[in-house]
């Protein structure tokens, strides 16, 4: 699977260091930037990495920056996209289970590499439980049509 990860300079390194966890993990990492700790506006990386799920070049994107909240605004404009700040490992279960979220969003600044590192992973290997949520899920997708 290719996962699509961007960040902006808040969370350089934390975006580094989960690429290479994700890469050693036998994922295909499309690294849309920065590729400096040099202070970068979030929007663009968030369009980079939003267009390239939506467009279905990669099957999830991956977005930090210092709170992640940026990142989240900025990438759920994006149509089709579900983008999901998580915390902890159940928030992001359970974007994956109720909101068939396809962007996680991390907090460089707010959160350390290990708690990431589960938050991810919890991500990545929960499946989306449709039934009642995918109904939910469709109404979002009417609101989108009427933009
Ligand atoms: C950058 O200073 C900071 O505003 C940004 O990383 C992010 O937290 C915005 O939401």
Redesign the pocket.
């Known amino acids: 699977m290719k996962i699509s990860i961007g960040s ?1 300079h ?2 350089y390194k934390m975006k580094e260091h989960l690429k290479k966890y994700l890469e050693n993990k036998g994922f295909e990492v499309i690294d849309e930037g920065p590729f400096s700790e040099d202070r970068v506006d ?1 929007p663009v990386y968030a369009k980079k990495v939003g267009e390239r799920v939506a467009n279905k070049e990669a099957g999830y994107g991956i977005l930090m ?3 992640g ?3 989240s605004i900025a990438v759920n404009k994006i149509k089709g996209i579900r983008a999901a700040l998580a915390y902890y490992p159940k928030m992001a279960e359970l974007a994956r289970q109720h909101n068939n979220a396809n962007v996680l969003v991390l907090g460089g600044r707010t959160m350390g590499f290990e708690l990431a590192e589960w938050t991810v992973d919890t991500f990545l290997n929960t499946e989306f439980e449709g039934g009642r949520h995918e109904r939910r899920i469709n109404l979002i997708s009417e609101m989108e049509e009427n933009l």
């Open positions: 902006d808040a969370a979030y920056c210092g709170t909240l940026g990142m």
